[in-house]
């Protein structure tokens, strides 16, 4: 059966974004990645500067599969605003082809992200310190559970998460040319630092009130030590069922790998 040209170049670019760095087999997991042999003065690295770019020819078809699960590449970025945990990658894939196409570059501030157009243009905000940069998302990633963006190395240091691996953070879309609002900065060691976010692990949602209740005792009767909870979240018109607040990234992922193994859901961390 012969194929027709757009649909030649529709998987050929599928592939191309499949043979990208943050699609190979080896780039969905960390193990064995590290930062840079010598240290390096995060500071001294410029933001990236938003400017009107074309879409990539590489890593932008309407949807993707890896693992299993399909993913969509947003149209359009304007007004893209989440919060949850961001990741990084570094020495293991520099200089490894981006989806994208272009080399990954752990010293370049940059990210990868599994939805938003190639390239765009994003500020991220650890939550934890309120250190703000600006990446420019040229790659795709993290195919992690329950990670929202993945930064270079050179970011990820920048916003003080390089250390522990992993930071809570918003991540919210700018345009060339936009105002940007004023960074506030860290707290000193004199200036109690106020917490304004919360962990959650949501492990449903639904419509029906009487579902997320019969969930909700579920988890209690099998978890008797968590603190879970449902609520009516009116926006969305539904019902969530959620463990927290938790204290810690790490505590989430244990949790969430606790309840996959008793045959729920995989649940997804959430940031409030």
């Not at 699609?23 to 995060?42: E, G, L, V």
């Not at 890593?59 to 890896?66: E, R």
């Not at 607040?245 to 995989?266: K, T, Y």
């Amino acid at each position: 059966m012969q194929t027709s040209r757009s649909g030649y170049y529709t998987f050929l670019a599928l592939t191309l974004v499949l043979a990208g760095c943050s699609t190979s087999s080896s780039r969905y997991s960390h193990k064995h990645d590290s930062a840079p042999d010598q240290d390096i003065d995060a500071s001294r690295i410029p933001d990236a500067v938003p400017r009107h770019e074309s879409r990539s020819k590489y890593g932008n078809p309407d949807s993707y599969v890896v693992n299993g699960r399909r993913y969509y590449v947003m149209d359009d970025a304007h007004g893209y605003v989440e919060r949850g945990i961001a990741s990084w990658y570094g020495k293991k894939f520099h200089g490894h082809r981006t989806s994208s196409g272009e080399p990954y570059d752990m010293y370049a501030m940059t990210a990868a992200h599994k939805q938003l157009p190639l390239p765009t243009y994003v500020r991220v905000t650890n939550l934890e310190n309120r250190r703000s940069v600006v990446v420019r998302v040229n790659d795709r990633g993290p195919f992690h559970a329950n990670r929202v963006i993945d930064l270079s190395y050179a970011a990820a240091k920048k916003l003080g998460i390089s250390a522990k691996g992993t930071g809570m953070v918003e991540v919210r879309n700018i345009q060339p040319g936009e105002k940007q609002p004023a960074v506030r900065k860290s707290p000193t060691r004199s200036q109690p630092q106020q917490t304004e976010f919360q962990l959650y692990l949501q492990v449903g949602a639904f419509v029906s009130r009487h579902n997320a209740e019969q969930l909700q005792q579920k988890l209690r009767n099998q978890f008797t030590q968590l603190n879970v909870h449902s609520g009516y979240n009116a926006e969305n018109n539904i019902y969530r069922v959620r463990i927290g607040p938790l204290a810690s990234v790490a505590e989430a992922d244990r949790l969430a790998d606790a309840l996959s193994r008793q045959g729920f859901a995989p649940p997804h961390i959430v940031v409030d």
